[in-house]
């Protein structure tokens, strides 16, 4: 077994990363991460790893009913979602096929949407947070620390949230013009 955390930009660069390991041998088996973000994957050494093909779906469901559906579909055409649960929004599947599992660019397209909507609401919870810890440092006068604290990661993850929405509106449009 083999476990590596590594952090992408794009899902086109994990998806070619993924690939390069099944190159070298190795087949994943796991992931913990329902994010883009930082991830941790779990390898085992597999001779037959090269014949494997990765894709990644970027979507969140509000039903555990509905995820089953959608993983039984993607089962019938022969690939297997290695997505642990419904919670999960990025879902790495793996296949001996070597077809895409998006249709058209249509549909590659509304995996960058999906993930750019979250990126808003990283950012709204963000801004949220932030206020609500200024509001109760200025409520006790500035005698718990911890609100200051707070209000700095506020800052912070307000600057990288945005920055990562922004990255990803001008991936989307990108696309769009070149489609």
Known sequence: MKKISKKF???EDEEKWLMGMAKEGWR?????SEDIEECT???VEDPNASKYNYQIDYRNFKKKLDYEEYKQLFEETGWTTLSKNAKYSKH???ST???NIFSDSATSLEREINRYKTAKVYVIASILWTISMVSLLYYFDFEISAFGGGAT???FAIIYTTVDA???RK???NVKLEG
Do not use: H, P, T
């Open 9 to 11: 930009n794009s899902f």
């Open 28 to 32: 994943l088996v796991s992931y913990d």
């Open 41 to 43: 994957y779990k390898f």
């Open 92 to 94: 790495i599947f793996i």
């Open 97 to 99: 096929s070597k077809e």
């Open 153 to 155: 990661f506020g800052l």
């Open 166 to 168: 922004v990255k990803r």
């Open 171 to 173: 991936y989307i449009k």
